[in-house]
């Protein structure tokens, strides 16, 4: 291990901590306010497109946990620096949240919808298999009992899935205009209206505080355990 | 290489699968089909072309561990890594092996299975076309998975979950009967990508 894992970087977890806890809260308090009585409802769809602004941040900010994962793995390669191995760990379970949060929350709002819970849509079925790629990342790293062996392999694999994900997204996309009458393509509304975007906005800062807030909580424990794991190895 | 090809392909036939047990396997499969869904001849075909894939990828990923973790359990994957020159060749002539014990049934088979479920010659043409360019891609990327996850011990569920979603542009553009160009297309991509993850997997493991 060519750079150490210093007391200090949990020392400045432990201090940013309560202030992004705080920041969240506000910033939700904000968010829901402007979202769910501010704004006005939707013309077609009415009340239950409020569910948008819990839905949009978190598919937003599930794929951008993946090149998070991915970058910090290359990064990994390149350094050998265990930090980048950490942070990948922890966005990782975050990502995967993100991703089960807005497949549930878009199952929610399809059902007055489009009347059913599920739809093959190409978007919705990328996103299934962007969960099973996170799922397939993360079992692999708790099946290897050697972590060292675990990090390195488990790096390995973010990248190839971070190579496949265009892949995927362009294969299902032309099995998606194969099969499917492009009835749902209405749902991809190009113009937003001010009055929706302020609660957006607001919505996806505050869901970004939180992936901070959860991302930091994780970080303190993964380097607590690997503190831990060092401690055994040398006794 | 030829020698360790040799060695490999001894092993598969003479032990537990030979030739008949891999294509029986296809066969009975497919058999389950009319049991299931009946014997209309138009559905039929439809749920043939689907089903070959599944025959096809499930004889692949479930004898995943045969490629490297017989060997490396019982050390031989050291002896054979010291013996050849790079470890490139050695990952190479395990993709022949696997190809040859496990896909090249399937095709043997298939003309004959085109006329239990009454797919015309000319489609089943094009059906060979896209499962044997397909099947190549498909080993390709079981191989890395197997060398990346010779750690974690004999857990085929946790291989099939970091397999499946990686086959799936497989399985989407091998159901489409003109689309072997994207399927060499795949398979080439997945090899490149598949050479780097096992040597660099091997590497790991055999120190």
Known sequence: MNLRLTNKQINIIEKANPFLIVSTIVAFTFGLYFS???????????????????????????????????????????????????????????????????????????????????????????????????????????????KDLASKISAALAIVGFVNIPIIKFSVDWWNTLHQPATISKLSSPSIDISMMVPLFIMT???????????????RIEILDNKILRIREVK | MFALLKRDLYLALYSSSSFFYTSSFFVLILI??????????????????GIIWIGLSLSILLTMERIFNADYEDGNLDIILQQ??????VIISKYITHWI?????????????????????????????NLFFGSFGMVFIVTFVSALTLGAKRTIFLKAIIVIPLFIP??????????????LALSMMSFVLSMYVSAYGLRLYVE
């Open chain 2, 170 to 183: 497989f399985l989407i553009f091998g159901t489409n009967l003109e689309s072997w160009p994207i399927l």
């Open chain 1, 205 to 219: 800062l505050a869901t970004f505080l939180f992936l901070v807030t959860v991302f930091f909580i994780r970080l």
């Open chain 1, 36 to 146: 769910l009585l501010q704004s006005p409802p939707d013309y077609i769809q009415g009340d239950s497109m409020r569910i948008m602004y819990i839905h949009v941040p978190s598919a937003w900010f599930a794929l951008m946990a993946y090149t998070i994962l991915a970058g910090s793995s290359v990064l990994w390669f390149i350094t050998r620096n265990p930090i980048f191995s950490i942070i990948a760990r922890s966005i990782a379970q975050i990502g995967m949240i993100f991703t089960l949060i807005s497949l549930v929350t878009g199952s929610i709002w399809g059902k007055p919808t489009w009347g059913v819970w599920w739809v093959w849509d190409a978007r919705l079925t990328s996103m299934l298999l962007l969960f099973f790629l996170y799922l397939a990342y993360i079992f692999l790293w708790q099946s290897i009992t050697n």
């Open chain 2, 32 to 49: 389950i089909l009319p049991f299931l869904f009946g014997t209309n001849d138009v559905q039929l075909q439809i749920l043939f072309k």
């Open chain 2, 84 to 89: 050849n020159p790079s470890i490139e060749i």
């Open chain 2, 101 to 129: 014990v496990y896909c090249l049934p399937l095709f043997i088979v298939l003309p004959m299975l085109s006329f239990l479920f009454y797919v015309s010659l000319d489609n089943i043409f094009l059906i060979f076309l």
